[in-house]
């Protein structure tokens, strides 16, 4: 692989400059979806206050996050009823899930 990228880059500042740009790259995108995912937690986090009873203690971003994925797992498992009550055969839910 380095044989291959040296290629196109000759000299090694122009390398050095490369991995530096995707290294800081990757570095941003990384933090980019740290914030959305927080901002999705916050966001569910106060919609959740807004419809709970008075005196419980506001929900954490981890209850949050569970209760999410109790909502998805309910919901894929809903959804493997419906399509092995369909008839669907169980390799080609084996193939979509894994795609």
Request: glycine letters at 4%.
């Amino acid at each position: 692989m380095i044989a291959f990228i040296l290629l196109f880059y000759p000299s090694a500042s122009s390398f050095v400059q490369l991995i530096r740009h995707f290294r800081s790259t990757v570095i941003v995108r990384y933090w980019l979806i740290v914030f959305c995912v927080l901002t999705y937690l916050e966001q569910q986090r106060v919609r959740r206050i807004a419809v709970q009873e008075a005196g419980q203690p506001p929900p954490t971003w981890g209850d949050i996050r569970a209760e999410l994925q109790r909502e998805h797992r309910r919901k894929l498992l809903l959804w493997l009823c419906d399509q092995l009550l369909a008839g669907a055969d169980v390799v080609d839910l084996q193939v979509r899930l894994a795609a």
